[in-house]
């Protein structure tokens, strides 16, 4: 699903843009559902992966930051199959707080990584089970109380001003 998205991501920025100047409570509802989608997705590679995943040692080369400051690191292990892989998680989610700290003293320090076995190139750091599961509830609260607001304002329930 999340495929399709990106598939068609600037079909829907068009449709949100459009629908910013007609009826700007449906694009309260295209982020919800583009929300939810991302969110219901995610739980469902975090659940396979940690149900299914092939669990290794892995050590971090360097940590990468984005346009925001936000660092991810850079992982590499070695699979069943002798493959030596560098990548960065598949799922991995920053806070604010990564952007001011250095992350030296992890850097070359071994984790335990879960890799999907039909794709090694999706993985995640074991230890941070818990703090993904936490943001993909943010994210999944945040697209339903977007959709609720958009469909409350399209049936008249609330009357939002813009």
């Not at 989608?37 to 984005?66: M, P, Q, W």
């Not at 335990?112 to 074991?126: A, G, H, T």
């Not at 993904?132 to 008249?156: E, H, K, P, R």
């Amino acid at each position: 699903m999340i495929k399709y998205i990106e598939k068609y991501w600037i079909i829907i920025a068009l449709v949100f843009i459009i629908f910013a100047f007609i009826k700007p409570s449906i694009c309260f509802l295209i982020l919800g559902l583009v929300f939810l989608i991302f969110s219901i997705e995610s739980y469902k590679f975090n659940k396979y992966i940690y149900l299914k995943g092939v669990k290794c040692s892995a050590k971090i080369l360097t940590y990468e930051s984005d346009y925001e400051g936000h660092k991810t690191p850079i992982i590499e292990f070695k699979i069943a199959s002798g493959e030596i892989i560098s990548e960065k998680p598949y799922f991995y989610a920053s806070t604010d707080l990564s952007k001011i700290r250095t992350y030296k003293n992890k850097i070359n320090q071994n984790v335990n990584i879960l890799y999907d076995p039909k794709n090694p190139k999706r993985f995640v750091i074991q230890s941070e089970e818990e703090f993904s599961y936490t943001v993909l509830m943010l994210f999944f609260f945040i697209s339903i109380a977007s959709i609720a607001i958009a469909i409350c304002d399209l049936f008249g329930v609330i009357n939002i001003n813009y």
